[in-house]
């Protein structure tokens, strides 16, 4: 096996040297869309928004952005997705195979996201992109000999009336690996086919050590959940005890920093970590370059990016986008400043709001963070908490008290005499003693307009903290235990009262 690994790492050196320099942005992305355009021009969409004649015009982006509308997901589905689950050539030539279920979701409420062929073989193209920029990092050749942990949703998916099957995303990928990922793949197809979360884990810590793990994939949450299952099984003290070659975890989903301390915890040597941004949308961005969680845009994969600012040239006041929003292209962003993420891709969503925010950390090459999503905006009474800034009082608050907190809640709510205050649940073993006015304290040193709302409308905030068991309960209660699932940072009120509610059982 040694050689094997000496082969494959002097090839990743090998084809880094051959790769030419990289197209300019800007026009790596103009053919992008043209490239989109082209495909998607006799679909039904492409016909009603005037796809032929957009590609005569000089101006192929402005002729874009004038004839086709910003879309969320309620307007794209009703008006054209839902179409595209009974009939060819909708939003994107023939019928998808596949919808993705939504992230975290279950049942009639779910998104359902179309799955095109284009699209599983342009995310399979991102996912080679980034094993081929593990060449900028110092790894040895046994993580090359090893094999990879991909802790996915179930993929044993559904079948649709309408014919097609749907799933999370990543159990969408995991049914449609080719057969020859089996020799590196783990946990296999059968056990990632077992559609009980719990019993998944426990058949993935029956096989453990059989496995030579060198890198994990997967939300942090669930991950370490299934890392101390196979530690308590098996009576280690670390991971490293049974797979001496983990040297890589490719996190997503959400943010890792919260994470971070806990994982220290459960590994004998340090690992890697790289970032990701796979969504049900689309491999949208990856970490490339060692010494960062920052992630390269996908530039050159099937997608065409637009950018709104989240400013009042973009947004209102609550995230909200504006009616007529100032849109932007690759070269006319800024460092430092964060956006909206609009996408157009090869599964036919046509200038879609994901719902995130980003913020670039470089332009060449393009990279970017997630600071959040916009629904994820706490800004009732002006107090402007985003997600990022909420991480970071977060892991103030864990430092301070000496503990880790992986997870919180929070959301605005009215008191009983009817005035706004914030009510928070965090995930910890800390005593909550004092908690609510230190974190009160650090949101208002960090972020002036927190503090002004605090002064004003923002009469209080509340706090309770639950175990990470009573939290496994919440959700697996709620059916959203493992695979993609994330638990709102930012909560409508109605689902803090049920959170609260259950709370309050015990």
Same mark, same amino acid.
């Given at each position: 096996m040694a050689i094997i690994g000496k082969l494959v790492k002097a090839g990743l050196d090998i084809t880094a040297?051959?790769?030419?320099?990289?197209?300019?942005?800007?026009?790596?992305?103009?053919?992008? !869309?043209?490239?989109?355009?082209?495909?998607?021009?006799?679909?039904?969409? @492409? /016909?009603?928004?005037?796809?032929?004649?957009?590609? /005569?015009?000089?101006?192929?982006?402005?002729?874009?952005?004038?004839?086709?509308?910003?879309?969320?997901?309620?307007?794209?589905?009703?008006?054209?997705?839902?179409?595209?689950q009974r009939l060819e050539d909708i939003t994107w030539p023939g019928k998808p195979d596949f919808f993705a279920r939504s992230s975290g979701t279950t049942g009639k409420k779910s998104k359902r996201i179309p799955i095109t062929n284009e699209f599983i073989a342009s995310m399979r193209s991102v996912g080679t992109s980034m094993i081929s920029s593990l060449h900028e990092f110092s790894f040895s050749e046994s993580l090359f000999e090893s094999e990879v942990l991909m802790l996915s949703s179930s993929a044993n998916l559904d079948k649709n009336k309408h014919g097609f099957q749907e799933g999370e995303i990543s159990g969408i990928n995991v049914s449609n690996f080719p057969e020859w990922y089996q020799i590196f793949y783990r946990p296999g197809k059968e056990i990632a086919?077992?559609?009980?979360?719990?019993?998944?884990?426990?058949?993935?810590?029956?096989?453990?050590?059989?496995?030579?793990?060198?890198?994990?994939?997967?939300?942090?949450?669930?991950?370490?959940?299934?890392?101390?299952?196979?530690?308590?099984?098996?009576?280690?003290?670390?991971?490293?005890?049974?797979?001496?070659?983990?040297? &890589?975890?490719?996190?997503? @989903?959400?943010?890792?920093?919260?994470?971070?301390?806990?994982?220290?915890?459960?590994?004998?040597?340090?690992?890697?970590?790289?970032?990701?941004?796979?969504?049900?949308?689309?491999?949208?961005?990856?970490?490339?370059?060692?010494?960062?969680?920052?992630?390269?845009?996908?530039?050159?994969?099937?997608?065409?990016?637009?950018?709104?600012?989240?400013?009042?040239?973009?947004?209102?006041?609550?995230?909200?986008?504006?009616?007529?929003?100032?849109?932007? @292209?690759?070269?006319?962003?800024? &460092?430092?400043q964060e956006y909206v993420l609009l996408l157009s891709s090869c599964a036919g969503a046509w200038r879609y709001i994901i719902g995130d925010v980003i913020r670039f950390e470089s332009l060449n090459p393009p990279q970017i963070r997630i600071t959040g999503r916009t629904k994820f905006f706490l800004n009732v009474v002006g107090s402007q908490l985003s997600e990022e800034k909420m991480d970071k009082a977060i892991l103030k608050l864990?430092?301070?008290?000496?503990?880790?907190?992986?997870?919180?809640? &929070?959301?605005?709510? /009215?008191?009983?005499? @009817?005035?706004?205050?914030?009510?928070?649940?965090?995930?910890?073993?800390?005593?909550?003693?004092?908690?609510s006015e230190k974190l009160d304290e650090l949101l208002k040193s960090a972020n002036k307009n927190y503090a002004v709302a605090r002064s004003k409308a923002l009469k209080s905030?509340?706090?309770? &903290?639950?175990?990470?068991?009573?939290?496994?309960?919440? !959700?697996?209660?709620?059916? /959203?235990?493992?695979?993609?699932?994330k638990t709102p940072k930012v909560m409508k009120p109605e689902k803090m009262e049920a959170l609260l509610n259950f709370i309050n059982q015990f």
């Open positions: 040297k051959l790769q030419s320099e990289e197209e300019n942005p800007k026009i790596s992305q103009e053919n992008q !869309l043209r490239e989109l355009l082209t495909q998607a021009k006799d679909t039904v969409f @492409g /016909k009603y928004y005037g796809f032929y004649e957009i590609l /005569k015009s000089k101006d192929l982006i402005s002729s874009f952005r004038n004839e086709v509308p910003i879309f969320n997901y309620k307007e794209i589905d009703s008006k054209w997705w839902h179409r595209q086919s077992i559609n009980d979360w719990d019993e998944r884990i426990s058949a993935i810590a029956d096989q453990a050590p059989q496995w030579n793990i060198g890198a994990i994939a997967g939300i942090p949450s669930w991950v370490l959940l299934m890392l101390q299952k196979i530690i308590e099984r098996h009576n280690l003290k670390n991971i490293h005890e049974i797979w001496p070659n983990f040297q &890589v975890y490719a996190s997503g @989903g959400v943010a890792f920093e919260t994470y971070r301390e806990d994982f220290e915890a459960i590994c004998e040597k340090p690992i890697t970590i790289l970032d990701t941004y796979l969504a049900s949308e689309g491999f949208i961005a990856y970490t490339s370059k060692p010494d960062t969680l920052a992630m390269k845009l996908a530039l050159n994969h099937g997608y065409f990016f637009e950018f709104i600012p989240f400013d009042n040239r973009g947004v209102n006041e609550s995230g909200e986008i504006l009616k007529k929003p100032m849109v932007l @292209g690759i070269d006319e962003v800024e &460092v430092g864990a430092e301070l008290y000496k503990t880790t907190i992986n997870e919180y809640m &929070v959301a605005a709510m /009215k008191n009983e005499d @009817g005035d706004y205050m914030h009510q928070w649940v965090i995930v910890s073993e800390v005593d909550a003693e004092g908690l905030i509340s706090l309770k &903290v639950i175990s990470k068991k009573m939290y496994t309960s919440y !959700l697996s209660q709620k059916n /959203k235990k493992g695979g993609q699932t």
